[in-house]
């Protein structure tokens, strides 16, 4: 059983930063793609970030420059470092991978970006 379990985020005031962490159980962690998602209220889920097994990276334009996405394959771990947060990044974070045919998100962690 796959299971994805986000924590980290809060309220935080523009200019700050968070760390999000996702733990990952059930599967062979250092072979998988590992993303990072968010939905803002009205609207839909948006990529934010990716890091492979291999720990190439990619992220959305919105958020280049700003975040950086890592893992710990002895821990089971994938985070999202997030600085310079503006307000407009407040939203719902999940982490989310695919094992085959099957896709599995987390929970969701808030992030509120706000003075």
């Known amino acids: 059983q796959v299971q994805l379990g986000e924590s980290g985020g809060g309220l935080v005031q523009p200019g700050g930063s968070l760390r999000l962490s996702c733990a990952a159980s059930?599967?062979?962690?250092?072979?998988?793609?590992m993303d990072w998602y968010r939905q803002a209220p009205g609207n839909q889920r948006e990529w934010v970030a990716t890091i492979t097994g291999s720990g190439r990276t990619n992220f959305a334009n919105s958020v280049k420059g700003r975040f950086t996405i890592s893992r710990d394959n002895a821990k089971n771990m994938v985070y999202l470092q997030m600085n310079s947060l503006k307000p407009e990044d407040t939203a719902v974070y999940y982490c989310?991978?695919?094992?085959?045919?099957?896709?599995?998100w987390g929970q969701g962690t808030q992030v509120t970006v706000s003075s």
């Open positions: 989310k991978t695919t094992v085959g045919r099957n896709t599995y």
């Open positions: 059930g599967i062979a962690f250092s072979i998988y793609s």
